[in-house]
């Protein structure tokens, strides 16, 4: 031990560094150390000697490819990442925050005397009207059915949509401050997530508006076909909501009012999936690199202090989904529910009218219609497709946050006895003790087993609505035997 | 070391006195020495320095300003927090034990010489008759209904909570004495606790006479509507409870008497669900205390014996949570049950009925009915609407004691390398493998996902429900076409 | 140190003791020194002077009252517990070994030769000729119904049951030589185990044989209504296998061989879950012995060495339930598989026929009936009262193992910090890694949680199966008005 | 410690050449060891005696029969257990690698220029070719029933299924290399397994050949009894698959394409699951060969370096199940949703048809079927048993490697106080805090529990389809009096 006397007190002056409180300017220099220590290896051996001897060190580890091919200056933040996707929220009237399109998050704020606040208030109120009319309809009317209060189930969630992104939005600032922080002591080095999160924004929402297009042309066709003669796009707007124009009349002001509210809803309850899987991306992207940095070093011989910097590196993040999970929890929660609600609807819708074409009108007549009476089956197979996909992919990607931060587990059993601390210990108790995921409002964690059973209360509740409608998956019992006595030789399934 | 010989002796008096039994006088003592650090700062020195010399010590952190500004003698007690939900209960013949009103928690007894006692003894002796009665109509009755069925579900059950509220208050006082002791060493400083408590009563059980007064006018309205010329108040009476009058004939004292049992049959209902939010309150807040206490040093350094008091804290709180839950846990049991059921019977009648105008008796007479015949409907929708918020608050004020006791797990993730200790290291195991909820015998835990695993029982039994009555959602598939093919811009949904 | 130069070698060969294989025979002494500690407290000084001075020796902790008053020499032994259910078993056929009324555990044999074997083939014979005629007339029935289906589930689970329990009888002997060896070891105290053990057999297979008679009095019943001049023996007897006499014809041997097998089939399905009960007594009795140990050392100090010896105690005990476990899982899964589906069978039986008097044969004739047609209603209500009341029981009781195996986490949760050590801490890991319970058949681990999960399987069940039926339990919604209007005061629920 | 010099060196060394990289040198000595300490047990004395004097140490662990009896030079590679099964499934075009007939698994390729390669992929576009036909029936058949939507989830599912083997088989050669690596450094010994493994291919396969027969030949007797005088082969292909039929015409180049994709979908089927099954045998053999070492060292002295073998042993076919899960779950997921869906409508079937006999078309003629009108019942019934009993073996054998993963804390529990170390925690720690299972994607894990899942899932569907069909599985409610009433003695059930 007497022989690396010096280097020990190098050693001593490292802890004691770490265990002050000013641990952002460690931290920067931590990553310069990392860079020194690729250049000049030499010095590695100086620091690490101070341990016992049968140690076998390796400093090599230090310069796994990873770490040396990446880092070069370059950083991913959360605010760069989610830039695009705030602003076109911002479009709609959502997370009405000022200076998104900052590199530096302190000039974030959320002013009650901005724009886009006066535009989110105006939104919101606007929403709450259509909202308000459909209501009135409901108590007001003799017979309601399942299509009108599916509207107002639409209606009424996109509208707390809405509200809950203006409550997110007084929160956001100080997020992205404390996220930043976080990334100035531990950058983010991948390149894939800013581009992963402009296109999913682009190409969901894009999906979406196709989506939009093809229930106007639908209706406009239906329209056409049904009502010659009219004015179509009056009659068109009217159908739209009924239940306001019943009580305003026909005017142009209100036709372009419900217009805008309408395009407002059908992208809030899109955005809000686009959100989740952005912030999903950033967050699991951040646990990657960390997992990756651990696997890096996999069965291999590494000091307790090593293990440390692993341990607060993730605990951080952890740390950090935790804050987000806080401020979003309340979208994820109303993301899930909307879809939920809507997979089980369009399901049974699917399944009662069945893929056919919709007779016209006009017996005798030319079929004016652009798809022969199939425009509202190509609508609804694709808005179903669509929306399937889409609930998919918030889910399985907001539960890769959960299994991201069980990976380490993986790698901390492999470590050599010799290099096992109280460090890996406490770093695994963490691992298996807390779980690390997104969740809606904490009633639910997203977590991948949790699909399945959405599945399989989609597929309960299913059976049981078709019972309703009268919709039957299979024929009669008499009507079965005949087609599998005839072709009893796929019938064997 | 040989420097802080003489701390280093102080130091080993307070673990020896530590490790004695008489806790209790410690307790007081530790609190005084808080204290006396935030105004003698030096002396902290003295007693931490005895720990090794790279140990950081940062004494400032048992001055943070919760501490400080919150203890100047004030204390929340239980009894006080409970005083005025207690007493309210026992006008209604719960909980009958004497001495609750002092501060003294040792004059608490449950004396079956008390007035008290005798009342709730008659109280549980009049409900008995009212169920024996109600079973009798069951069992002779040749076409029992569902509202004979619910009606005695509601009887029996509320008939049971006010046992089950006397076998409490044979264990009330044992239970308040132990709570009494834990604050004798561990004062509950939370200033907003006993108005919290008393506001929730009083809430809750003004809606409860709201709905009760809300339900007696819709009964009137109809009398007075249907049967003009008779004796109102004597057909009001006969129509609560008709299989009590059909043995007995109408008499004043049987009119009165079953009034009585009628309004103690309300109240308790709604009681047992206060008394679970008043507790659970206490229980928060005391866990909560403990983890602001713990929050104060996140990421600093603190000795050993920091934690260790933490820890004992944090132990002796969560050893309350399970007395607490021994007690109660068949009121708890009870109250979600109940909620449950009636939760699934209203929401089945409310889909059933809808919104709607009753039709009067006396068609062509002038409706000299308050609300034209909506008495019933404004009484269905307030009084299904306040059971599923009262439901709601029990469930997620309950399950905030859950959430509570894992909190400081996220703290202690962050106690810097240096600090890590046995003791950090035990307190975390105890959150990982203890779980700390209140519950329902046992037989399910209050957490937050509990309240989505009852909304999903609910929704499917609902469902199922649904199919008996011939209550439909949705209109057969022929009718649902066109309304979609019109409407399309809005069946998107 | 140098002081305590003797004792410590004490302490020493105490250690050097424990360390060795010959674990029995250091047993035995353990309780002799126990014994020795409570007349000559002196000599624990010595014992544990050989720990740190600062740890505060209380010799005291060995003499609670509890390991004083209740060690005379007495023991309840598994094979006395077990013995009456196990004789009372044989006479059934079930668990055929000899020399079950042995003290000696090591005379339980499992013979080929003996009368109890060739006994149980003979039933197993029996039994499987009653399935055989069942199952022919399922086959060829043209109309086969739910009876019938019911009757040849009760038919077949009770005759696999029978040879389950042969399968037990061979891995009987072998068992009950571990357990035997426990004991040696470690005495169970627990005086009113054999009681409770043997009370409830009584108990429950009296209350078996009421449940046969009244059956067999209803059915009697019906025949001297209405086949008066019959014999009404053979009627009965007919009446109760239709099955088996369509193809022998009736016979006073046939029927005295249904007449046995019936007893033995209506038995058995009670038999398992006394037997269940009475194994769950023993293990939860000796948790508990172990729990009490470990409660009397609550928040005191004890070395070591103490915690490691009931640690030990412990994991003999949880390795006895595993061992336990897998000898009856098959049983403990058959029977909970068995009440599940006559909860259900009976509960629709019930709904569907609701309580009221059976319409004589004989019109105009006086009922000459016992009960005036209430025979099968009584019957009924008793069978179903007492299937759930067993269920419950069964499941309460079996699910105590798993809450006794917990407690002792919330006794070490409190050891002072001077007194805790790896000893605690391991014991606490494998209280919280480790699930003890019994199970079937590892499928479903019995704990309190499960019975919750069993009523809303049985719920669901119930209301999907009244709607084949036709059972509704509510009037349609146009006959829910009026009595609603009317009574609205109790509606109000 | 003095006197140990020489052998404490020796154990330096060991130390020392464990804690390098080169581990799979260091096992083939390791195991050279252990067969040196069965020759010279004097040898093991010099290596352990390092440890502190007052272990005692017990050199026989090693010596158990388990190790020396079977470690002949014997091994089971994972390339021999799986050579058969892989070898039948590339008849069939699945997993098309090259080389698994070698003992080398360098040997093994997926190569794109082999016949294998392409003749799987010639398979796929067939099946795709099918699937497209029955898709085209579907979207173009005015009446889709459940016939032909089933044959379509058949067709669907099995087509995904060649799919996914051909990714397994882009991934197959990497994972036996890293098994045959891990069997180089700790090879298996169980003699049963290859045997085991090779056995149930040919089973299960020879079994689903005879369905196969079964299906056929019901097909066959039908064609003959209703369509005489037509060619029978014809008309038997067109039944099999009328939708391609009905686009093409008959032709015998399409009859035997349409013949060899059906013989493909009906083995595929059957395939992945003894695919899974054999993986699964090969997971448990592993496991079970560690936990035979760990168990015959229960309850004794062993040194810390001796369990951290062990331990490492454990996590290097823990990590082994985690690749291999990776590769194979996707199969494991459509196995298990491929036959819960087969299940619920098989099941269905079986509840709406009943077992009876087919009516013959030729009314009055003799009757020249083979089994008078059996054959569709008693295929059906074997079906049905076949995939039950394939669904429950694939299900348990799965389960087992989990149950497998839990096995070694027992033993751990039970691990002498003087022997316990850092090591033994650690295995713990991994044990409680690890799920080691096959896994369906990580959707859900093959754990026991999941079976007793699956089984009321397909209860609860069976319940709600039966509605849908008509089927009732009892009769109305006063058809079911007079049954009960008359046979009161066996309706007690």
């Known amino acids: 031990m007497f022989k690396n006397k010096k280097s020990s007190k190098l050693f001593f002056v490292a802890e004691t560094k770490l265990t002050n409180d000013?641990?952002?300017?460690?931290?920067?220099?931590?990553?310069?150390?990392?860079?020194?220590?690729?250049?000049?290896?030499?010095?590695?051996?100086?620091?690490?000697?101070?341990?016992?001897?049968?140690?076998?060190?390796?400093?090599?580890?230090?310069?796994?490819?990873?770490?040396?091919?990446?880092?070069?200056?370059?950083?991913?933040?959360?605010?760069?990442?989610?830039?695009?996707?705030?602003?076109?929220?911002?479009?709609?009237?959502?997370?009405?925050?000022?200076?998104?399109?900052?590199?530096?998050?302190?000039?974030?704020?959320?002013?009650?005397?901005?724009?886009?606040?006066?535009?989110?208030?105006?939104?919101?109120?606007?929403?709450?009207?259509?909202?308000?009319?459909?209501?009135?309809?409901?108590?007001?009317?003799?017979?309601?059915?399942?299509?009108?209060?599916?509207?107002?189930?639409?209606?009424?969630?996109?509208?707390?949509?809405?509200?809950?992104?203006?409550?997110?939005?007084?929160?956001?600032?100080?997020?992205?401050?404390?996220?930043?922080?976080?990334?100035?002591?531990?950058?983010?080095?991948?390149?894939?997530?800013?581009?992963?999160?402009?296109?999913?924004?682009?190409?969901?929402?894009?999906?979406?508006?196709?989506?939009?297009?093809?229930?106007?042309l639908s209706s406009i066709a239906g329209i056409i076909d049904c009502q010659k003669g009219e004015n179509v796009y009056e009659a068109f707007v009217v159908a739209g909501s009924p239940w306001i124009f019943q009580y305003t009349g026909y005017s142009p002001y209100v036709a372009i009012f419900t217009q805008i509210i309408g395009i407002q809803f059908t992208f809030n309850w899109n955005f809000s999936d686009v959100f989740v899987i952005c912030i999903s991306f950033y967050l699991t992207s951040r646990l990657e690199q960390v997992n990756r940095r651990i696997e890096s070093v996999f069965g291999k011989h590494t000091p307790s202090s090593f293990w440390r910097t692993l341990r607060e590196d993730y605990s951080r993040i952890t740390g950090l989904v935790?804050?987000?999970?806080?401020?979003?929890?309340?979208?994820?929660?109303?993301?899930?529910?909307?879809?939920?609600?809507?997979?089980?609807?369009?399901?049974?819708?699917?399944?009662?009218?069945?893929?056919?074409?919709?007779?016209?009108?006009?017996?005798?007549?030319?079929?004016?219609?652009?798809?022969?009476?199939?425009?509202?089956?190509?609508?609804?197979?694709?808005?179903?497709g669509f929306l399937i996909t889409r609930s998919l992919a918030v889910s399985l990607i907001a539960s890769r946050v959960h299994t991201a931060s069980r990976e380490p587990a993986h790698t901390l059993y492999f470590v050599p006895s010799t290099a096992y601390s109280v460090e890996v210990q406490r770093f695994l108790d963490q691992i298996h003790g807390d779980t690390i995921a997104l969740s809606g409002l904490k009633f639910f964690d997203v977590k991948r087993g949790l699909i399945l059973t959405i599945a399989g209360t989609i597929v309960t509740y299913e059976l049981v609505l078709m019972q309703f409608t009268g919709v039957s998956p299979t024929p009669s019992p008499s009507t079965i035997t005949i087609p599998i006595f005839i072709n009893s030789s796929y019938s064997k399934v």
């Open 22 to 216: 000013k641990m952002e300017a460690l931290r920067h220099c931590k990553y310069l150390c990392y860079l020194k220590y690729y250049l000049k290896p030499q010095l590695s051996y100086q620091i690490y000697s101070c341990f016992p001897d049968n140690l076998k060190l390796q400093p090599e580890i230090f310069m796994t490819p990873l770490l040396t091919a990446d880092y070069n200056g370059y950083q991913a933040t959360f605010q760069e990442a989610m830039k695009l996707t705030i602003i076109i929220g911002q479009f709609f009237g959502l997370n009405p925050v000022t200076g998104v399109s900052e590199i530096d998050t302190t000039k974030l704020r959320f002013q009650i005397q901005s724009c886009r606040f006066v535009y989110s208030l105006l939104s919101i109120i606007g929403q709450c009207t259509v909202v308000y009319f459909c209501l009135l309809e409901l108590f007001t009317d003799s017979n309601p059915n399942l299509s009108s209060n599916s509207a107002l189930v639409f209606y009424v969630t996109n509208c707390i949509t809405t509200i809950l992104f203006l409550r997110v939005a007084t929160r956001w600032p100080r997020l992205c401050q404390l996220i930043s922080k976080t990334e100035a002591s531990d950058p983010s080095i991948d390149r894939t997530l800013i581009k992963k999160c402009r296109v999913t924004s682009v190409l969901v929402l894009t999906m979406a508006l196709l989506e939009h297009l093809l229930s106007d």
């Open 322 to 384: 935790r804050q987000v999970d806080d401020v979003i929890g309340s979208i994820i929660f109303i993301s899930f529910a909307n879809n939920l609600f809507f997979i089980c609807l369009q399901l049974l819708h699917t399944l009662a009218e069945g893929i056919r074409r919709n007779p016209s009108c006009r017996l005798g007549e030319p079929d004016e219609r652009p798809f022969q009476g199939y425009e509202q089956t190509i609508y609804f197979v694709y808005s179903f």
